[in-house]
């Protein structure tokens, strides 16, 4: 059978190695570009997929890959759950544009370009909006969240592919095996699943099955170009997202932790509060008018297939 070859840019984290098997199984070979082989060396259970190196900034010799290659999927950048020093803020941004610029002139130098480029963004580029529906429309909000999202973009928006097809996907909280959702879920068990501040901001989420299948989707899809909010279509507030945790590791009730108390706790955790005090309510827009549907829509039973 001819496989086609699919590169995953930034594609030995959380998402990638998900994404990874998705694509195996339904049939795609894949190579992952990486900084460090041997730090990213894959478990005895990951699939076999072919590492490359790059350095994240310049086309080299993994840009030939690209020639021919059925699609692209461009996953890197920093992690976001770090202290926002001025030093960790250029890094994060960096990691972003760099790899985007980094792809679209690897792209641009093929004598046959990839069908498609997925790039990924993130929903928090709306910022803290309340109760209000974020759709695609939506604009930017304020914040170093969103100033990072926009710079993001603006990257992408600069490197055009006009013979490869163009998606970007703003994603929102990925529910897995292992991520974020690993730590709230041990904060849960030692009774620190409270609400975190008001409990009002919404948190918006995608299970990781569903985001492989509408990467996919986007990849197979020729219909399917521009901006998409990657996310289920039922948001849930903080409170509600909390409590569903605890009841799914079988924790009744846990003390709600104020504004105050996330702001020290995350100085000694080393992360930023804005990450936790903050949300959207995103709506998935684009995908349901082009037929896309998460087959993973209820919060409970999503937390219940993944921690038990």
């Known amino acids: 059978m001819n496989r086609s070859r699919v590169i995953l840019a930034g594609g030995s984290g959380f998402i990638g190695q998900a994404l990874s098997r998705h694509l195996i199984a339904i049939g795609y070979d894949v190579v992952v570009l990486t900084r460090s082989i041997s730090k990213d060396k894959p478990e005895e259970d990951a699939p076999a997929v072919r590492l490359v190196q790059w350095d994240g900034r310049t086309p080299g010799e993994w840009a030939r890959l690209l020639d021919g290659a059925r699609a692209v999927v461009n996953l890197a950048g920093k992690n976001v759950n770090c202290r926002y020093t001025k030093q960790n803020l250029e890094v994060i941004d960096r990691s972003r544009v760099d790899s985007v610029r980094a792809v679209g002139e690897a792209i641009a130098a093929c004598r046959q370009p990839p069908e498609v480029l997925v790039q990924s963004g993130t929903l928090a580029i709306y910022g803290d909006t309340g109760d209000r529906w974020c759709d695609e429309n939506t604009p930017p909000g304020e914040g170093i969240p969103p100033q990072t999202a926009v710079k993001w973009e603006a990257a992408f928006d600069a490197t055009p592919t006009p013979k490869t097809r163009r998606v970007l996907l703003r994603i929102s909280f990925v529910l897995g095996h292992g991520g974020v959702l690993a730590v709230l879920a041990r904060l849960a068990r030692w009774f620190l699943g409270g ?3 008001s409990g009002k901001q919404y948190i918006s989420w995608i299970y990781i099955d569903d985001l492989c299948r509408l990467i996919a989707w986007a990849i197979e899809r020729p ?36 504004a105050w108390m996330v702001r020290v706790g995350s100085f000694f955790m080393r992360t930023e509060p804005v990450l936790a005090l903050t949300g959207r309510r995103g709506s998935p827009a684009k995908l349901i008018t082009q037929g896309f549907e998460c087959e993973h829509t209820d919060l409970g039973e999503t937390l219940r297939n993944l921690l038990r």
Do not use: C, I, K
């Open 223 to 258: 219909d399917v170009a521009g901006v998409y909010n990657a996310t289920s279509p039922n948001p849930v507030t903080n409170a509600q997202f909390m409590r569903e945790l605890r009841r799914t590791v079988g924790r009744p009730w846990s003390p709600r932790t104020p």
């Open 195 to 197: 609400a975190v501040g």
